[in-house]
């Protein structure tokens, strides 16, 4: 649920400060949502762990697969309405209510995910934008961070697919403040910042030949 003015009101405002402050910069929500659209452009349904699939996991798959086909928009504009209307709302807190309405208190929204429904941010773009909730892939997390205290760079962090890995995106060559490229790969901790400095110190933006096949580099 959106943040609206009547609950927004209710918020008080030093926890509403800080919610602001813990917003991710927009090209990191902005590359989740990228990342959304894509997924949901060409959603994959695996229901049970790949290699051990069974039969009525196999058909659900199929029969996933064939719902998402038929509830494809006719027109591939609905894909930057939902893309753009999900960057908004990102942008700005949702605010939560206590059950008996009491209490109302702001939390930033960096968490897109589906299990076999769109959480409910994801459901709200997709109704904007006359996106069928059929189009999301299962078993799917897009989340994103903001720089650590004394880190120059947040990331995001993609898991597709039913206990599939977690790999993370990384700004680099940033100019303007905004990315130019980024990298993406399953490493954490702190040699990834190292890693990141060696790569923008070896590569050229717009060539792929120096990575060494091991990081894959999507350039804007």
Avoid at 51 to 64: D, E, F, K, V
Avoid at 126 to 148: C, D, E, M, W
Avoid at 183 to 203: C, N, P, Q, R, Y
């Amino acid at each position: 649920m959106p943040c609206n003015k009547h609950l927004l009101a209710r918020v008080d405002p030093q926890d509403l400060a800080h919610t602001m402050a813990d917003i991710p910069p927009e090209y990191i929500q902005r590359r989740a949502a990228h990342i959304m659209r894509r997924l949901v452009g060409d959603p994959q349904f695996i229901i049970e762990e790949p290699g051990r699939q069974t039969s009525s996991g196999s058909m659900a798959s199929i029969l996933a697969t064939l719902a998402a086909d038929k509830a494809k928009p006719s027109d591939d504009s609905v894909y930057q309405v939902f893309e753009d209307t999900l960057v908004g709302l990102m942008m700005q807190p949702t605010v939560l209510t206590s059950g008996d309405g009491s209490r109302a208190w702001a939390r930033t929204v960096t968490d897109l995910d589906i299990d076999y429904h769109p959480c409910e941010v994801l459901a709200e773009a997709a109704h904007i934008a006359g996106l069928s909730r059929l189009r999301f892939p299962h078993k799917t997390n897009v989340r994103t961070q903001r720089p650590y205290p004394g880190e120059s760079r947040g990331y995001v962090s993609v898991s597709a697919g039913y206990r599939a890995a977690s790999i993370k995106h990384y700004p680099v060559f940033m100019k303007d403040g905004q990315p130019r490229g980024w990298v993406m790969f399953a490493l954490h901790g702190e040699d990834v910042e190292k890693l990141l400095t060696f790569i923008e110190s070896t590569v050229t933006i717009g060539d792929t030949d120096k990575l060494f096949g091991l990081f894959e580099i999507e350039w804007v």
